[in-house]
């Protein structure tokens, strides 16, 4: 497992071909998805993947998020 992309929170992660987006809040990996999540987090960013896909797919799920990311902290300020 390789981090490839970091963006704000946001962390782009490789492992054996697989793709998949997570997000890092205080040292702990959490995965992104709609509804509820675990509170718990892992150390480990392969293991909060809650969906794999190819890089295309992933990286634009990346971009996506750190742009409402950026959109929501605009309203906020």
Excluded at 53 to 70: F, I, Q, V, Y
Aim: glycine share 6%; with cysteine; proline share 4%.
């Amino acid at each position: 497992m390789r981090i490839v992309e970091e963006r704000d929170n946001y962390v782009l992660v490789e492992a054996d071909g697989r793709w998949a987006v997570v997000e890092r809040r205080a040292g702990r990996f959490y995965p992104v998805r709609d509804g509820p999540r675990d509170g718990r987090g892992t150390s480990d960013p392969a293991a909060a993947a809650a969906r794999w896909s190819d890089e295309a797919s992933a990286r634009k799920a990346l971009c996506a998020l750190d742009e409402r990311r950026r959109d929501l902290a605009e309203r906020l300020w």
